[in-house]
């Protein structure tokens, strides 16, 4: 990639933060709505599933962490239809930029979003109780895996984005996606306690491997596997749906 297109995306991507700090409440879904499910489900469930509410916190913090990034994906789409709608893009295809700025400027930009989530839920975890049960270069490995799964899975969000024909198609389509995505794991309970049809797809879904990984390289436990297969899932999401992303932008033109 040209440091032209680098720095095209980066100065696109400062528009995104800025409208982010004029707008706080557009971080809601990945600060307050998390925290709630966290008391929601280890103080209505904790008990029931884990017998003990901190070590329930102790399983379901990194999934938590994990549905939000995910979850956070959704937006960018919704917000790059919006501003198509608006005529923004054409003002920027009539600029002298390269033609993928707008797209990697709004997905770097929103990528900002991901960081504030592991931010504050693994502040609100600490003051629940939680702790790192590996070391500081381990749970920081986590967090960089996160948010490269949630990199490669926001193309999808761009490419709806960029083909839907009003913001609110995007939205529905893609948590129409995400739920299956997220709740269809062992986020909330362990696999063997799930019917099995639905262990089947618990032990296919790709977000499993990304809180299977998350678990063991923030509480301990084994990594290896789910660390390569949540690799493997990010270059292939990125390898299909970026390029379609690019090819529907320029055909939008």
Known sequence: MSTRVLAHSATLAWRSLVKMVRTPEQLVDVTMQPVIFVVMF?????????????????????????????FATVPTGVNLNTDIRKGVFDRFRSLPIARSAPLLGAVLGDMVRFVVCVVVLLGFGYALGFRIGTDP?????????????????????????????????????????????????????????????????????????????????LTSGPVAGPVISTLLWSAGLFAVFFPLAVRAYRRSA
């Open 137 to 217: 270069l381990s749970a920081f490995a986590a967090c960089l895996l996160m948010m490269l799964f949630a990199f490669s899975l926001i193309w999808v969000s761009v490419l709806l984005g960029l083909t839907a024909r009003e913001p609110g198609s995007v939205q529905g389509i893609m948590f129409l996606a995400m739920f299956p995505l997220t709740f269809g794991t062992n986020m909330i309970s362990p696999t063997g306690t799930m019917p099995g049809w639905l262990q089947w797809w618990v032990e296919v879904n790709p977000v499993t491997d990304v809180m299977a990984a998350a678990r063991g390289l």
């Open 42 to 70: 280890v103080y209505l469930l904790g008990g029931a599933i884990s017998g003990s509410t901190s070590e329930y916190l102790t399983f379901l913090l990194p999934a938590i962490m994990v549905q939000t990034v995910v």
